[in-house]
């Protein structure tokens, strides 16, 4: 395999799984005796528990902090959306952007209640990746050079990495790579995503099933899958929750258009995502079927099917106060309270 001025071959992809970092298992055990310890029956907070032990585990340290969480949203275009399986025109997805960087989208309003940055990676925008039924979305190299520019998201040394996509069509293809990746039928897959009923909706499921069939042979390499079926936002997000596990920085996915990207490392190695939440379940009917096979309990479930990251910002709030409760709450001795 040639390696690019552009990127990383998927061989170099690959070999990161070799390394992947686990979770410090002693800080893990000390965060659990100090919940034992902390001023409430013990599993009173339920999975706000658990939480801080995960972080405690991932960030090596007993008592852990969030003090930089910064949502990443990826935007893409796709050739698929030509196809008419969006109930919205594919400029929406640049106008999105914009409305981003003005501070007018959910998510922003949503990062501003929890003090979280936000950054909005833009990826060339005015060049749609293939259409997925005709030709594959990107070449290996286009897909290992976005993944690799997908771990800039990491630049800012977030302390929580959550994800949001943007990008009329993607949920046309996260369908397609689940349908890949899992096998079933087009129609299992696919929802309303921002809306599609009737054509619309059996545009989608149409486009899917020829989209997989052609790629049939090659769904047995999740890479492949990937490059022929995703996109360049889905590729960078696979890219930046990889990288956040080689630097030990806990990830938050959103929702079913995000989880595809985590789908695909999962389907590389079942251990690929110890280090994700699930911020929410969304609406989207299959997001709830994806969740379980990978393992992930989600934080919320409001009913909610924007994408945009709006989920995975909104669990910041849990996740706060589930390390504000861990840090800041007295032991019984301490507090002086009878213990049972
Ligand atoms: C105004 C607007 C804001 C959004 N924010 C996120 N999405 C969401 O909708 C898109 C996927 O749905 P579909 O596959 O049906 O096109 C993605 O861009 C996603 O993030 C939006 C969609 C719209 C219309
Ligand atoms: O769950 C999602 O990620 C989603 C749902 C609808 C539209 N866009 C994204």
Known sequence: MQRTATGLPFDDIRNLFLDLPAANAEAEAAARARQGQLVKPPGALGRLEEIAV???????????????????????????????????????????????????????????????????????????????????????????????????????????????????????????????????????????????????????????????????????????????????????????????????????LDGYVVTAAAAVLHALDPRALDHCFAGHVSAEPAHGRVLERLGLKPLLDLGMRLGEGSGAALSIGVIKAAIACHAGMATFAEAGVADA
Not at 182 to 206: F, N, Q, S
């Open 54 to 252: 995960q972080i405690a585990g991932w960030q090596g340290r007993e008592i852990p902090r969030i003090d930089r969480p910064t949502v990443a949203v990826f935007a893409g275009t796709h050739g698929v959306a030509k196809r008419g399986v969006s109930p919205y025109p594919a400029e929406v997805t640049k106008q999105m952007v914009a409305t981003f960087t003005d501070g007018k989208a959910a998510v922003n309003q949503i990062c501003g209640v929890f003090g979280a940055g936000l950054r909005v990676f833009d990826l060339a925008l005015d060049i749609p990746t293939r259409d997925i039924v005709e030709e594959d979305a990107l070449t290996e190299a286009e897909c290992a050079a976005t993944m690799a520019f997908g771990m800039e998201a990491l630049a800012g040394e977030p302390d929580l990495l959550c994800l949001g996509e943007m990008g009329i069509g993607n949920t046309t293809v996260a369908a397609a790579i689940y349908h890949g990746l899992y096998g079933g039928t087009a129609a299992e897959w696919v929802g309303p995503g921002t809306g599609a009923t009737g054509t619309v909706l059996a545009a989608k499921i149409a486009a899917v099933e020829q989209a997989v069939a052609r790629c049939a042979g090659h769904l047995d390499d999740p890479l492949e899958v990937l490059r022929r079926l995703g996109g360049r936002e889905l590729a960078a997000m696979a890219g930046a929750i990889l990288a956040a596990r080689m630097q030990r920085v806990p990830v938050v």
